[in-house]
């Protein structure tokens, strides 16, 4: 059996020993061929947490990982399935691989889906892992449509899974959305979030403390723009509002930035 783990080595194992067919063994083996990404002539099973699929070693090829992997000889023992080597990726996840297998061999479908988080990073997370460039590059600039490195075009697509988002540019190396992310989740009013406000415990700690240094550093500079007063920004830069703006926006802003304090990290501010 292929075994693939972090660092791409190819193991083997002996075959099971062989036992009696049962109805259950039978039933089982119908669903896998009654799979959409189960076909009759593939040639290389891939087995994901429980699951399998019969492809053709072709469509793997767009994987520089999996080109290499599959140039080597076979053992002589290596354990199959319906007649192929069966590759156990035993550190993936199975959603993951369908919405890899989707791109692979349903182009079109993939293409005019709606694109979701988890199709994003299921697909940057194994494009990353096996070296699967076309995919990797769509990955990319779905991250960038929602979290672009120019803030002023972000949109409200920006704050769903924005730290997830954090997260994930971690996990595989795309710190550009970074910014955009935490600013994203710095701002979001966490009465008003479907999870009831728990996206930060995703963070790591670094992470979690950065955010809550960003959301006091807006905060200052939201209460600098309350009071008229000059906010001191990072690197010795001074903001301050103009005289004929100062009444409207502080009316505006008194209005409309209500403390939140159903937060989990809200800060109170100064009277005014």
């Known amino acids: 059996m292929y075994s693939v783990d972090e660092d791409m080595d190819m193991q083997t194992s002996p075959p099971p020993a062989k036992r009696q067919r049962t109805s259950h063994c039978r039933k089982s083996e119908s669903l896998i061929e009654q799979s959409q990404f189960w076909f009759a002539d593939g040639d290389i099973v891939i087995g994901v947490e429980g699951q399998s699929w019969k492809i053709h070693r072709s469509k793997l090829m767009c ?5 290499d992997m599959l140039e080597l000889p076979q053992p002589a023992d290596i354990e199959r399935m319906d007649g192929c080597p069966l590759v156990s990726l035993s550190q993936d996840s199975a959603n993951d691989w369908l919405v890899v297998l989707t791109w692979m061999y349903q182009r079109e479908k993939f293409n005019n889906q709606t694109v979701v988080f988890d199709t994003i990073a299921g697909a940057l997370r194994l494009s990353n892992k096996y070296d699967i460039p076309d995919l990797r590059q769509w990955s990319m600039r779905q991250l960038f449509l929602r979290w672009p490195q120019d803030l002023t075009k972000m949109t409200y697509a920006a704050f769903p899974h ?3 988002a954090i997260c994930l540019a971690r996990e595989c190396n795309v710190p550009e959305i970074l910014p955009a ?5 710095s701002i979001l009013r966490w009465s008003h ?12 700690p670094s992470d979690l403390r950065c955010f809550i240094v960003g959301r006091e550093h807006l905060q200052d500079h939201l209460y600098a723009i309350l009071t008229g007063t000059a906010y ?13 703006c100062e009444n409207a926006s502080r009316t505006w802003l008194s209005s409309s930035l209500k403390s939140d304090v159903s937060s989990p990290l809200e800060f109170t501010s100064q009277p005014l």
């Open 63 to 67: 994987s520089v990982i999996f080109a």
């Open 162 to 164: 924005a730290a997830e």
């Open 181 to 185: 992310s935490f600013y994203a989740l």
């Open 193 to 204: 979030l479907s999870e009831g406000g728990q996206s930060h415990l995703q963070l790591s």
């Open 232 to 244: 001191e920004r990072p690197g010795g830069h001074t903001t301050a509002i103009c005289t004929g």
